[in-house]
Structure formats: C-alpha cells, structure tokens
C-alpha cells in the first residue's frame, strides 16, 4: 500500500530541474559596512537608488518566483533553501542561490486552494509541505505532503484532516514524533508523524476546537531539534497573549492554553499601510518560533511613524513575556518575520516604506545579551503594489478590487534556522519591478540569510 502509494503521486506532481545558468536566485552578499544592492529576476542588475545605512548584521539575499498574494514561507535543509509560494515550492542551492528544482504538486483529494507552508524537519531529515484542499461546498481538508529524503525530490501524500468547515490557512507545527496543525479557526489537529512520513495516513478528529484567540492561530518553527510538544501562538484579546502547547502523543495528545497579560496593543489595521500616497496595501500576520524554552513572534502596532514592530519573547518555562520595538523614524514598518540563530541572537525582516514612497525591506533584531538592533533599510521599492486586473486564487476568481478594498500582499511571512550552521534564513515581501518572476503583479518576495559575524 504504501509503495503503490508513492509511485502514484510521484507521477502525479511535477518536479523540474533548471540549469544553474538560468532561473537561478539572484544572491547579493552584503557585508556590515557595503551598501546594498538588488537585482532584477534576470541575472542582469538592475539601476534603482538603495539604502546607503551599513546594515545591523552582514547577510545574503536572493530573489525568488512571487504573486499578488504570494503568502511565502521559507525552509532549509542541509543543501537547500526552500520557498513555497502558494502551489509551488522552488528548492535552491544554499550557496550559489541556483534554483535547484520546482516541486508542483496534485490533489491527493479533491482540488487545490494552496494557503502553503513548509517545514524541514531536521530529525526525520525530510521535507512537510501543507496546503488546503477543497472536498466540497463549504468543506475542506489539509493536504500533508513529506518528501522520502533532504532532497525533496519524491514525495508522499496524506490527507489527515476532513473538516465539514472551511479551513483557512491551516499551519504546520513539526515535533520530533508529531505534526501539529493550527488555524485561523478554533480547531487543532495532532497527526502521527511516521504515518505522514509513510503517506496515505488515516484521517484523525480535532484535538480541540475552543483555543481564545482573535486571529490565527500560529505556527512555531524549530530552532535546533524539534522538541516533542508543539507550541502555537495567539492574542486571545488585545491585552493576552496565549500561548498553546500540544503535549504527547498524536491520538492522545493534550492541548493547554497559556494566557499571559500584556499591556494593551493597538493593532494596526491589516488594510492600513500606504504607498505613494495612497492607502489599501495589505500588512500580514507571520510564523513564530521556538528554541530553548523561548517562542518568538510579531505584530504590527500602532506608533507615531504609523505601523511599527513588536516582537514577543515568550519564555514558555516560565509563563512570562518580554517585548521590544522596533521602528524608523518616518517610514511604516510591517509584515514582520523574526527568527532565532542557535546562539540565540533575534532576527527581523520586516516590509519597509513611508507614505509618500515604495515599500522595500528592513533589517534589525536583537543580540543574545539583549542589545535592541533597530531596523536598517536593505531594500528600496520600486513600483507601487497592485492587485492584477484578474487573477485566480482558491475558490475563486478576483476582479481588481473597487477603490477602498485592501490591496492583497500576502496572508504571512516567516524564518528559519539552518540545521547545519544555525544561522537564521528570512522571507518577506516588497515592492518590486514587475518582471519574470510574478507575472501578475508587482509584489516582490526576497529571501535573506542573516550570515555569523
């Protein structure tokens, strides 16, 4: 059964291998000091004023494919890098940036609606690839794919979840004997992770459906080995965070809420964001992270330059919660990703952009010892964001959207950490020149690899 299984669905996806010569990240090393630099999805450069401010730490980006509503997550695997952008997952070579292969996938069940996340597992040293599959009106399921080795090349699919209703944005969290899946809902499912890794695993039941939460609920990413809890994250209101932990295993496994009081936060509004003048962009959520007893995590807040960053530092041991902002003068900051390097130092890559310019990248963060790294510009925009004329994502197709309707640039961003040398890898979204890589829009997705000093 389960060889027949994987010969069917690796015949049902498509892998393509490219050249290095072409199609390849275009990969930019930025020292502490150097001026950063972009490029254009071709190998050429591309001529647009950059930031001139010496960036908080040194690093590598590449640029990778992207849409108008990309919601990238970005995975690393001892050679690889992988980015998923909604039903495709690109893997590139960690040190040259050349795209390595596409991984695009089929329906195990149903049809496709993508809201994609990956994961790499460094205990199980595979791939977990997720993403949303619609049975029927109103009814939709999670698809959980695994690939067989590191080099995601051949795949196995399940499809564990069947909910009667509809899904959004269902996230992974990958322990060392279980896969944890959180929603925007209330629900939490515990899937058995060898009878993923096997494919074709039975369907199981929601552990709960009553997690206290205002929005989605997150999943956390690993720092180091995965622990055999799974942890999410939520504001339940506006003034308590909670936090969830899913203990045991996955037939039995127990889900407990934490709520920890914080001072009240003023959200920003997820349409809030201006560009050229003109306001409607949209500011997403973001994956957290956990690494020896700390779970880190983002929102966007209100401040006197308009939207700003704070990351929480939960200590999950304790039941406490520490906080930092991070903000520049005059420039909107959201969108914001945070990850932990394995000496325990904080990274964020967040959106960037004043009112009257183009959104592009800041990098900033906060030392192992507590030293506040506030955010340097590493990317300029180049184009305002919009929504195509048309274009199909889900279950649906969109006209442009009438004037006041959020401009779509992605539900979440995300980090994480290199199994190999524990340094911490990015993704998030700006504003881009339009070119091969999104056909539909501007939106621009860039991964940086914060490098050790």
Known sequence: MIAGTTRRYTAAMSITRERATVNMAVTVMILAAAISTTCSSKLSESMHAEPTEAPVAPFKAFDTPCLSAADPDVAVGPDLFGVAIQSSAYFYNK????????????????????????????????????????????????????????????????????????????????????????????????????????????????????????????????????????????????SHINWIST??????????????????????????????????????????????????????????????IRIFDVNTAANTVRSD??????????????GLDSAGNTWLLCSAGKPAGFVGLALGGRSASGEVLQPTKIVEGHSIVNDPPRFFLGLFPRKRPPKGYPIRFGDYVAAAQDPVDGTCWLIGLYAASKGELNPQNTAGCKVVHVLKK
């Open 247 to 308: 203990e045991g295993r996955s037939a039995k496994a127990t889900v407990t809420q934490h709520l920890i009081d914080v001072p009240p936060i003023d959200e920003f509004p997820g349409d809030g964001i201006i560009q050229r003048g003109e306001p409607g962009l949209q500011s997403c959520s973001n994956k957290a992270m956990w690494q020896t007893g700390h779970l880190v995590w983002t929102r966007t807040i209100r401040c006197s330059s308009g939207a700003c």
């Open 95 to 238: 040190t040259t940036g050349a795209l390595d292969h596409t991984f695009t996938w089929a329906a195990f069940k149903g049809r496709l609606v993508s809201d994609t996340h990956i994961v790499y597992d460094k205990d199980s040293q595979k791939w977990f690839v997720t993403t949303i599959v619609n049975l029927a009106e109103n009814a939709n399921g999670v698809q959980v794919m695994v690939s067989t080795d590191a080099s995601a090349t051949d795949w196995r699919y399940s499809v564990p979840i069947e909910a009667s209703h509809a899904i959004d944005n269902p996230q992974p969290t990958v322990t060392s004997d279980k896969v944890v899946i959180t929603e925007s809902d209330k629900c939490v499912w515990a899937i058995d992770k060898a009878a993923l890794i096997a494919g074709d695993a039975a369907t199981v039941q929601p552990l709960t459906c009553d997690v206290a939460r205002n929005n989605q609920v997150i999943a956390v990413k690993y720092g180091g080995d995965p622990p055999e809890a799974a942890y999410a994250i939520v504001m339940s209101d506006s």
């Open 325 to 338: 902002d991070f903000a520049i003068e005059g420039t909107q900051l959201f969108n914001g990703a945070a």
